[in-house]
């Protein structure tokens, strides 16, 4: 399984492959963006449904003689598949600039420093690989109870490229419980818990 370094080395290489099949007077931008996420819905405090959620995706921006152009895909993680998909994006573009008018108002990609940002803490572990235990931990203090909610946990990612050599990373794990609860007179309460690491002692507290 990849790790977020080994993501941000897929996107570092394919970028860096991009940019070089750039011809002089071309500028290029790429945006990139992922998540893993685990969705769980619950009903009369069961679980009722689990879906995963992986999706990775690249958009090229080409900037030349005041013109821009963008072009976006989704990733495979086939190095050679994505490389190809990436000088399709480039002809494509290439090819259909010339029809696009000049923007007065262009501010070109201007960012000089690069950064680096990695926010999965301890703590962050519930995703969609210890399914079993989430599905426990969110619906033992529930018991008894008549609750329905949706929660949805895992690392969300973006990359940001220019070919002028700025690199931009940030990870992060975000878990998120959106859940309501019902009296015998179906009454509800409302709540959210949202956070980058998920005490369990606060989410108990919360339901109770």
């Given at each position: 399984?990849?790790?977020?370094?080994?993501?941000?080395?897929?996107?570092?290489?394919?970028?860096?492959?991009?940019?070089?099949?750039?011809?002089?007077?071309?500028?290029?931008?790429?945006?990139?963006?992922?998540?893993?996420?685990?969705?769980?819905?619950?009903?009369?405090?069961?679980?009722?449904?689990?879906?995963?959620?992986?999706?990775?995706?690249?958009?090229?921006?080409?900037?030349?003689?005041?013109?821009?152009?963008?072009?976006?895909?989704?990733?495979?993680?086939?190095?050679?598949?994505?490389?190809?998909?990436?000088?399709?994006?480039?002809?494509?573009?290439?090819?259909?600039?010339?029809?696009v008018?000049?923007?007065?108002?262009?501010?070109?990609?201007?960012?000089?420093?690069?950064?680096?940002?990695?926010?999965?803490?301890?703590?962050?572990?519930?995703?969609?690989?210890?399914?079993?235990?989430?599905?426990?931990?969110?619906?033992?203090?529930?018991?008894?109870m008549?609750?329905?909610?949706?929660?949805?946990?895992?690392?969300?990612?973006?990359?940001?490229?220019?070919?002028?050599?700025?690199?931009?990373?940030?990870?992060?794990?975000?878990?998120?419980?959106?859940?309501?609860?019902?009296?015998?007179?179906?009454?509800?309460?409302?709540g959210?818990?949202?956070?980058?690491?998920?005490?369990?002692?606060?989410?108990?507290a919360?339901?109770?």
């Amino acid at each position: 399984m990849m790790t977020a370094t080994d993501y941000e080395s897929y996107f570092a290489n394919l970028t860096d492959h991009i940019f070089a099949n750039l011809i002089p007077d071309e500028i290029g931008e790429c945006y990139g963006i992922g998540e893993q996420s685990l969705f769980i819905r619950l009903n009369q405090a069961k679980v009722r449904q689990t879906t995963d959620v992986e999706q990775f995706s690249l958009q090229l921006t080409l900037f030349k003689d005041g013109k821009y152009l963008r072009y976006a895909w989704d990733l495979s993680f086939d190095l050679a598949q994505d490389k190809e998909q990436g000088a399709r994006a480039l002809r494509h573009l290439r090819e259909n600039l010339a029809a696009v008018p000049v923007d007065p108002f262009l501010v070109l990609p201007s960012a000089t420093v690069s950064h680096r940002d990695v926010q999965i803490l301890k703590g962050s572990e519930l995703n969609r690989d210890n399914r079993e235990e989430v599905i426990s931990r969110l619906c033992d203090p529930l018991q008894l109870m008549d609750a329905v909610g949706l929660f949805t946990s895992g690392p969300m990612y973006r990359f940001y490229a220019h070919s002028h050599g700025v690199k931009s990373w940030f990870a992060t794990v975000v878990h998120s419980m959106d859940f309501s609860l019902f009296n015998e007179k179906q009454q509800a309460v409302k709540g959210n818990y949202t956070d980058r690491i998920w005490p369990q002692g606060d989410y108990d507290a919360r339901v109770e």
